[in-house]
């Protein structure tokens, strides 16, 4: 069956640094794919998509990155800030008609100041 | 802009009973959804919904019902309340695309049940 990894360790990165969040994997062949965040006591809010076809998206400080070959995307906040501190979750994208997403678990990450 | 509301946002269950969790979302989207969210667990689809009149079941549809009588709400009803279901449920929608599945989805923020 389809299997989705992403880092179940938190990331705890300093202000100003970039943050790079991984998304694996298997038995699977996504359409797309999107990137949410989580935060607590709260529901996702979708934040990008990319595509198959595509290699990279941005938007303002947020870059992701979708390589099939490895079957990984990569999530990555620019300059981060305390204000960015969330889990993350990745979210496969199905070919044909309908939108039933494999979310990931989730990576939390802690933005120091 | 209200989005997606669930209610209630918590409660608490004996085992045996049962409840309906409500949602209802105000921009018009054909599909709508319902997850479950268990601790260090991915969302986990329930059933979802095409259109009013329309539902299918997702990964893990066993104790639940629901139904789509109009476009806005999206009703998750549990029979018979177990352990097992304690978890936080959370709604969302989507626009349906002409042009191929792809949407966001928008998500409420969750109801927390707990069956003691």
């Known amino acids: 069956s389809q299997k989705i990894e992403q880092n179940s360790e938190a990331l705890n990165i300093q202000e100003g640094k970039t943050a790079t969040l991984t998304c694996n994997y298997t038995n699977y062949s996504p359409a797309y794919l999107q990137w949410y965040r989580q935060d607590p006591g709260r529901g996702p809010v979708f934040l990008l998509l990319?595509?198959?076809?595509?290699k990279e998206k941005r938007k303002e400080r947020l870059k992701v990155t979708f390589d099939t070959t490895l079957k990984q995307s990569l999530f990555h906040i620019t300059a981060s800030q305390p204000a960015d501190s969330a889990t993350y979750l990745c979210?496969?994208?199905?070919?044909?008609?309908?939108?039933?997403?494999?979310f990931g678990t989730g990576t939390r990450l802690q933005v120091f100041p | 802009n209200a989005g997606v509301t669930q209610t209630p946002k918590f409660r608490i269950l004996k085992i045996g009973q049962s409840m309906t969790l409500q949602c209802t979302q105000d921009?018009?989207?054909?599909?709508m959804y319902w997850y479950r969210q268990d601790p260090g667990m991915g969302l986990k689809l329930i059933y979802y919904s095409v259109g009013a009149g329309i539902t299918d079941k997702g990964e893990v549809p066993n104790g639940y019902n629901v139904s789509r009588s109009t476009t806005e709400d999206f009703p998750l009803r549990l029979e018979l309340a177990a352990p097992s279901q304690t978890s936080v449920y959370f709604c969302?929608?989507?626009?349906?695309?002409?042009?191929?599945?792809?949407?966001?989805?928008?998500f409420g923020d969750g109801t927390r049940l707990s069956i003691l």
């Open positions: 969302a929608s989507s626009y349906a695309n002409p042009r191929g599945s792809d949407q966001p989805q928008h």
């Open positions: 979210a496969l994208g199905p070919r044909g008609g309908t939108d039933k997403l494999i």
């Open positions: 990319i595509r198959e076809n595509e």
């Open positions: 921009m018009n989207h054909n599909y």
